[in-house]
């Protein structure tokens, strides 16, 4: 969600966040208690008002959203209060106005989380050829709102998911056996390791804590992401199917393409050229080698992870039989 969208939104929440944001700079500037009592009322009371306002106008109103907006307003103006006053009592509020909180929070998420196994388990009924990471950002529409959280959300549970996941095959046509992928994302996993645990020593004592703390957070999900992606090639195999051709690469992406949109499907190695609208299913593109071209009547949209590549008329991939998916092809309609 853009912030253009957002403001056209939520327009009032907006306003009065910046309200809030502009008198609390003029109070650290010049500081009055009258502007704080300001502060504290823009922050408790308009910032949920204006919020309920916004999504009750835009038919996106939720009892437990609203009661966490309006604990957390509380909070930050009890925590304020305990920093005006440093009293016994606004210091007890900013503790029960916590615990406010996290249990608004825990709800729900446990709300959330109920809902999505509802929708993911009606899903795997309906659809049942659709693997895991097909039906996750489905499941959680209407449960979460906007297309780049939902996206985000369930890449981020598709990486937990395949690394905790069994590690058997499932049917369809492998790419990863062959071609000595995995062997260059291992080399990769023990360089970040190495990169983590060297870079960790030497800001030890150059730089803060936390830059330190976020570089080795950032180098050890950087392995766990390889991990699974090396364990969802195994589990994700390309699928073919008397409706359409499923092209999946891991934790990268999944392509459905139906066979009256494919003009034709041919073994190629020739070097791959980026752009005109060509794309290639391949993490490290420079470093994995390809052995199949397909070619559509009509440009479509690939997303690739958090990102979507418009106009693409060739994909490039890779299948490790070639001649048994070339002999698997139905005739392609012209």
Do not use: C
């Not at 929440?13 to 502060?39: D, E, K, N």
């Not at 440093?86 to 106005?97: C, D, F, G, K, R």
């Not at 199949?292 to 106009?311: A, D």
């Amino acid at each position: 969600m853009t912030l253009t969208t957002l403001t056209k939104r939520y327009p009032a929440s907006i306003l009065s966040v910046l309200l809030s944001i502009i008198t609390s700079t003029i109070y650290l500037l010049h500081p009055a208690i009258t502007l704080f009592w300001t502060i504290t009322g823009i922050i408790a009371i308009l910032v949920p008002i204006t919020w309920a306002r916004d999504t009750i106008a835009a038919k996106s109103f939720r009892w437990l959203s609203f009661l966490l907006v309006l604990s957390l307003s509380l909070k930050i103006s009890a925590f304020l209060l305990k920093l005006q006053f440093h009293s016994a009592q606004s210091i007890l509020l900013n503790h029960y106005l916590s615990a406010a909180v996290m249990l608004v929070l825990v709800i729900r998420i446990a709300m959330i989380v109920k809902q999505t196994v509802h929708n993911y388990n009606t899903l795997s009924k309906a659809a049942p050829a659709d693997d895991f990471l097909e039906k996750m950002p489905v499941a959680l529409k209407g449960v979460i709102s906007g297309e780049k959280p939902r996206e985000l959300l369930a890449s981020e549970i598709g990486v937990m998911y395949y690394l905790y996941k069994g590690n058997q095959p499932a049917k369809g046509f492998s790419y990863h056996r062959f071609g000595g992928i995995t062997a260059v994302y291992i080399v990769f996993i023990f360089l970040l390791l190495i990169e983590g645990a060297g870079t960790t020593i030497l800001l030890h004592k150059l730089a803060p804590p936390v830059i330190e703390r976020s570089l080795l957070l950032l180098s050890i999900y950087s392995v766990l992401f390889l991990i699974a992606h090396i364990r969802a090639m195994k589990q994700r195999p390309i699928l073919l199917t008397s409706e359409y051709l499923q092209l999946r690469y891991g934790l990268l992406t999944s392509v459905r393409i139906p066979w009256t949109a494919i003009k034709e499907v041919a073994m190629n190695k020739k070097t791959f050229t980026k752009g005109n609208g060509n794309i290639k299913l391949a993490l490290l593109s420079a470093m994995e080698q390809h052995n199949m071209r397909l070619e559509l009547h009509m440009p479509v949209s690939v997303k690739l992870l958090f990102k979507e590549k418009k106009n693409i008329a060739h994909i490039y991939f890779r299948v490790d039989d070639q001649q048994e998916f070339i002999n698997s092809l139905p005739a392609l309609p012209q």
